[in-house]
């Protein structure tokens, strides 16, 4: 667990978070149902809406080298067999049997699987302990501390503000209480998905004044990220197998609908199999939570 005093001591170096960026960025090789520390912005019936919020410091129960957001791949897509709604093995670099099937299908050449490709991919999501500072259409969030699951766009924003392009402006560590900078989300529906491209950052100014007491019971308040990218909250890959072959509708090998339905072996699963695939169900909670995801640009 790290002091609240060396938060303050070294809020204003983020050598290590833009270090962390830099991997970050680079590709690689998700709370399932609703979870009430999530805070997510509303929007009116033509899809608009806008918040104002902080991104917070690495929580102090994560320790001094933890960093303030965590990244999780996810699948979610629906076949023959149902929904197939689950973390994706590659966030802890670990084999992903749908990413497999995946690499096979786009390999072949062939544009009706690459199309396959595309409803299957991996969803980015990053999760960060933020202050709600104000959030019309809910004024009761404002001023608690919640989590929040956001997608490339606002971290691209996040980078831009760490990484400015132009020699002119200054880089800001937006996740700093002291020396970072609001966020001003404004979300617009484009073609059916959230857009947040008019959505900025502030200009850099102390989290409540910078009042020491405040920022650190807020502090205090973070939740933990460690438990997003706990081996826990992963299924085994053979688990994630047995579940992707039912969805689809064919047993294991091959697994990829390549050409025609007449190879496709279909066959009864076992009791041992169903008992299995019980403790994965895609319910309601599981639905909602994919097709949220799915609105986010």
């Given at each position: 667990?790290?002091?609240?005093a060396?938060?303050k001591?070294n809020?204003?170096?983020?050598?290590?978070?833009?270090?962390a960026?830099?991997?970050?960025?680079?590709?690689?090789?998700?709370?399932?149902?609703?979870d009430?520390r999530f805070?997510?912005p509303?929007?009116?019936?033509?899809?608009?809406?806008?918040a104002?919020i902080r991104f917070?410091?690495?929580?102090?129960?994560?320790?001094?080298?933890a960093?303030?957001w965590v990244r999780?791949?996810s699948?979610?897509f629906?076949g023959p067999?149902g929904?197939?709604i689950?973390?994706?093995?590659?966030t802890?670099?670990g084999?992903c049997p749908?990413?497999?099937?995946?690499s096979?299908?786009?390999?072949?050449?062939i544009?009706?699987?690459?199309?396959?490709v595309r409803?299957?991919k991996?969803?980015?999501s990053?999760?960060?302990n933020i202050?709600?500072?104000?959030?019309?259409?809910?004024?009761?969030?404002?001023?608690?501390?919640r989590?929040?699951r956001?997608?490339?766009?606002i971290?691209?924003?996040?980078?831009e503000?760490?990484?400015?392009?132009?020699?002119?402006?200054?880089?800001?560590?937006?996740?700093d209480?002291?020396?970072?900078?609001?966020?001003?989300?404004?979300?617009?529906?484009?073609?059916?998905y959230?857009?947040?491209?008019?959505?900025?950052?502030?200009?850099?100014?102390p989290l409540l004044?910078g009042?020491d007491d405040?920022?650190?019971?807020?502090?205090?308040?973070?939740?933990?990220l460690?438990?997003f990218?706990?081996?826990n909250?992963?299924?085994?890959?053979d688990v994630?197998k047995?579940r992707l072959d039912?969805?689809?509708?064919f047993?294991?090998?091959?697994s990829?609908?390549?050409i025609?339905?007449e190879?496709?072996?279909?066959r009864?699963?076992t009791d041992e199999e169903i008992?299995i695939?019980?403790?994965?169900?895609?319910?309601?909670?599981d639905?909602?939570?994919?097709?949220s995801?799915?609105?986010?640009?």
């Open positions: 667990m790290s002091s609240f060396n938060l001591r809020s204003s170096s983020f050598d290590k978070l833009t270090k960026l830099e991997s970050t960025n680079q590709p690689a090789e998700s709370g399932s149902k609703e009430v805070w997510q509303s929007v009116d019936k033509v899809g608009n809406g806008m104002s917070l410091p690495a929580p102090s129960v994560d320790g001094d080298d960093l303030p999780v791949f699948h979610g629906q067999g929904w197939f689950d973390n994706c093995l590659t802890l670099n084999k749908v990413c497999e099937q995946n096979t299908l786009w390999n072949s050449g544009e009706a699987n690459k199309e396959i409803k299957q991996r969803k980015l990053y999760i960060s202050y709600v500072i104000s959030d019309p259409s809910n004024p009761d969030n404002d001023g608690t501390v989590l929040f956001f997608g490339k766009k971290f691209d924003k996040i980078t503000t760490m990484n400015p392009e132009f020699p002119d402006e200054k880089p800001v560590n937006p996740f209480m002291w020396e970072g900078a609001n966020f001003k989300m404004k979300i617009r529906n484009v073609e059916g959230r857009n947040y491209d008019k959505s900025e950052f502030s200009e850099k100014s004044s009042d405040q920022l650190e019971a807020i502090w205090k308040k973070q939740f933990s460690k438990e990218t706990s081996e909250n992963f299924k085994p890959y994630l047995l039912k969805v689809l509708g047993d294991g090998l091959p990829v609908p390549m025609k339905a190879d496709v072996v279909l009864k699963f008992k695939l019980d403790k994965n169900p895609s319910d309601d909670g639905l909602d939570y994919f097709k995801l799915a609105k986010q640009d």
